[in-house]
């Protein structure tokens, strides 16, 4: 009734099959096969070997590099500029790492005197802190005897 309701049993469903068609190979001719002569036949080479033996061969020219084409003269005048700026670039360079250098060395030895506050300011702070625990004076020993506040105790 539908014929194309998904939800149709199976066996209802008409099945068409596909047959692929068969491509016709390409027919490959090869290429006649020529020989090919060289223009010339290099010449036999022998060589003697120092315990007698003969050996015999062609001579074969070993592949020589094209000719590097010649450069164009660089004017001295061009060399001294192009060194001179590189010279200046490397003195500005260190000069920017020197006083990089001494900016953060300044800042160490200012972090060191602080640290150096710190610590001399807290030993005072404790000396002054625990000398008010103690009421009585200073304490003097003196031939056995103790002396306290101008008191002479036997």
């Known amino acids: 009734m539908y ?13 068409e099959v596909h047959q692929p068609t068969p491509l016709t190979p390409a027919v490959l001719h090869p290429a006649p096969v ?16 120092p315990d007698g033996r003969l050996v015999t061969g062609y001579a074969i020219d070993h592949a020589r590099p094209e000719p590097v084409a010649a450069k164009p003269a660089v004017s001295r005048a061009a060399v001294n500029v192009a060194l001179g700026g590189v010279g200046f670039l490397a003195v500005c360079g260190g000069l ?3 006083t990089s250098f001494i900016a953060a060395l300044t800042a160490l030895i200012t972090q060191l005197i602080t640290l150096a506050a710190v610590i ?22 003196i031939r056995k005897a103790v002396i306290k506040r101008n008191h002479f105790h036997g």
């Open 3 to 15: 014929p194309d309701n998904p939800h149709r049993a199976p066996a209802e469903r008409a099945v």
């Open 34 to 49: 020529v020989p090919v002569q060289p223009g010339h036949v290099p010449a036999v080479a022998s060589v003697v070997l």
């Open 96 to 98: 920017l790492l020197l």
């Open 120 to 141: 001399f300011g807290g030993w005072i702070a404790v000396q002054v802190f625990s000398a008010r625990r103690h009421q009585g004076g200073n304490t003097f020993n």
